[in-house]
């Protein structure tokens, strides 16, 4: 029998502020390496083989957003670099603004989960190359298992991941026992928050994924 927490979804956007941003900063472990995001590219592998939970070919970056013509230009940059990419690859990308504030990269590839590590960890490293490191918050790796999601989350600021595990139908639902078999299962292949404070919740507005 599964177990569940509920989150109010009152002050989202400053609880996401807190503890995917100012206050994760200030309490960091390690500085964020966007090679970390590499480990997505055997872990999915053993998510397949050992849990049953497949890749939905969905994964997305999450950044907040800069009034400057120099931001302006780096976003322009990371366009272009995931358009070229898109011709070799067939990963699809697109921009999208959520209600809470923040802007989103979706990429989208039923083919090839690797690509999808590739193309997030080039848009994540651009963004650092160009200065605005500080302002990625979070990059998300979508999995399902028999209707049961069971993400994996990578914070920037905490330079770790964590699995979120929302209940299908049910509103600000997560799945202790799923999130801490995701956990088990894959602690030393990925580097793990330790603290689960920091395991935070980014619940859509309406639909599947955080960024709908």
């Given at each position: 029998?599964?177990?569940?927490?509920?989150?109010?979804?009152?002050?989202?956007?400053?609880?996401?502020?807190?503890?995917?941003?100012?206050?994760?900063?200030?309490?960091?472990?390690?500085?964020?390496?966007p090679?970390?995001?590499?480990?997505?590219?055997?872990?999915?592998?053993?998510?397949?083989?050992?849990?049953?939970?497949?890749?939905?070919?969905?994964?997305?970056?999450?950044?907040?957003?800069?009034?400057?013509?120099?931001f302006?230009?780096?976003?322009?940059?990371?366009?272009?670099?995931?358009?070229?990419?898109?011709?070799?690859?067939?990963?699809?990308?697109?921009?999208?603004?959520?209600?809470?504030?923040?802007?989103?990269?979706?990429?989208?590839?039923?083919?090839?989960?690797?690509d999808?590590?590739?193309?997030?960890?080039?848009?994540?490293d651009?963004f650092?190359?160009?200065?605005?490191?500080?302002?990625?918050?979070?990059?998300?790796?979508?999995?399902?298992?028999?209707g049961?999601?069971?993400?994996?989350?990578?914070s920037?600021?905490?330079?770790?991941?964590?699995?979120?595990?929302?209940?299908?139908?049910?509103?600000?639902?997560?799945?202790?026992?799923?999130?801490?078999?995701?956990?088990?299962?894959?602690?030393?292949?990925?580097e793990?928050?330790?603290?689960?404070?920091?395991?935070?919740?980014?619940?859509?507005?309406?639909?599947?994924?955080?960024?709908?």
């Open positions: 029998m599964s177990t569940a927490t509920n989150s109010p979804p009152m002050g989202l956007l400053d609880s996401i502020r807190s503890v995917l941003g100012v206050r994760a900063e200030r309490d960091a472990t390690s500085d964020a390496d090679d970390d995001l590499f480990g997505m590219s055997t872990a999915y592998l053993t998510m397949e083989a050992n849990l049953g939970f497949e890749p939905t070919g969905y994964a997305a970056l999450c950044f907040g957003d800069v009034n400057s013509h120099e302006a230009g780096t976003v322009s940059d990371v366009r272009s670099i995931l358009a070229e990419g898109e011709a070799e690859t067939g990963t699809v990308s697109r921009f999208v603004d959520d209600d809470h504030g923040y802007r989103w990269v979706v990429f989208q590839d039923d083919d090839d989960f690797e999808l590590v590739t193309n997030v960890y080039f848009a994540a651009t650092i190359e160009e200065g605005y490191g500080s302002r990625l918050l979070a990059a998300v790796f979508a999995f399902e298992r028999e049961q999601p069971g993400d994996w989350i990578y920037f600021r905490r330079g770790t991941f964590y699995p979120f595990a929302p209940t299908p139908g049910a509103a600000h639902e997560r799945d202790n026992q799923v999130e801490l078999k995701l956990q088990s299962v894959l602690d030393g292949e990925l793990i928050e330790p603290d689960k404070e920091y395991w935070y919740p980014l619940w859509p507005s309406e639909g599947r994924h955080p960024w709908e």
